[in-house]
């Protein structure tokens, strides 16, 4: 097995997931979207780590998964509020910021 | 990227090894070059494949998927293939850290919300076409093409492979001494950033701000 081929899912997973943050409208849709992208990069970052023999890359996951674990539950809870004032979850409906 | 040579994990030389033997016996009248019946298939191409694929297909059912709660079951999905991936790479902790984080602890939190949340009718959930989700999809094709590019013509060489010593790093007596040696302080402030995040999560689900 190469190199390569990991390196070519992590980019369709990633797109994939940027796709999905860029023409979806549920919040919640969206930020899975997020998570996505989130395990593809982990993915290369696993990928180097064994092919180059170091073990960086995989500490490297590790704190991106409590980074990661943390942002679920800040946005999660962004969401819920999100819903509690405005009743929705669709982000075109959420424009407060925007002007 | 063409000097790197060919890996094969112990198991899947061993593999094709030995089926290399028995079709060279079976067939020592007709051909007697080594090679000529070299299996194509290892296991681990196999297995990389397979869950390519089952990758791929729950990411693109997840982001078509009308309803969250199907969204967040193929997103489930595709974390155990990322698993999958990982231990062929033979991350064998990063592996069970997906499972047990990912698909366990962050998904339930997310099918909570989606619970929570009581979003109603699937007729309020149809999102209508409009001309922004084409450009987006566009733009999104070009970031594709950008980093296909990028790892295929890119002239930066690699160091040669290790891929061998890959089961030896990725165990957790490994991980666990590099984790309470070389990274200490940043897992030490990854507890600040847990507390930042409970305290967060708190103040901004709780009902009133006052």
């Known amino acids: ?99 | 990227m063409e000097s790197v040579p060919r890996f094969q994990s112990s198991f899947a030389g061993f593999a094709r090894r030995s089926a290399c033997c028995t079709v060279r016996h079976c067939n020592q009248k007709t051909s007697s070059t080594k090679n000529f019946f070299k299996p194509s298939v290892t296991l681990e191409t196999f297995l990389f494949y397979s869950l390519g694929a089952v990758s791929v297909g729950s990411a693109l059912m997840m982001v078509t998927r009308r309803s969250p709660v199907m969204s967040a079951l193929y997103l489930v999905l595709n974390f155990f293939a990322l698993g999958g991936l990982y231990l062929s790479l033979h991350a064998q902790f990063i592996a069970f850290i997906q499972i047990l984080v990912y698909a366990g602890a962050i998904m339930v939190l997310f099918v909570f919300v989606i619970m929570l949340l009581n979003l109603g009718d699937e007729k309020k959930l149809t999102e209508k076409f409009s001309w922004k989700k084409i450009v987006g999809a566009g733009l999104s094709f070009g970031v594709l093409m950008e980093l296909i590019f990028v790892f295929a013509y890119s002239t930066a060489s690699l160091p040669p492979s290790q891929f061998e010593k890959a089961t030896q790093i990725g165990t957790v007596e490994n991980i666990g001494m590099q984790l309470f040696t070389t990274f200490l302080f940043p897992f030490e402030v990854t507890s600040v950033l847990l507390l930042a995040a409970i305290v967060g999560a708190v103040v901004l689900a709780k009902k009133k701000l006052n």
């Open chain 1, 1 to 99: 097995m190469e190199l390569q081929p990991y390196l070519y899912l992590s980019a369709i997973t990633f797109v994939i997931g940027v796709v999905g943050v860029l023409s979806r409208r549920n919040a919640i849709i969206v930020f899975m979207s997020i998570e996505l992208m989130l395990n593809s990069v982990n993915l290369t970052l696993v990928a180097f780590s064994a092919f180059l023999g170091d073990v960086t890359g995989q500490m490297l996951v590790f704190f991106a998964m409590t980074v990661a674990a943390a942002e679920a539950a800040i946005g999660l809870a962004i969401i819920i509020s999100m819903f509690r004032n405005k009743q929705t979850v669709n982000i075109d409906d959420i424009n407060i910021l925007k002007w």
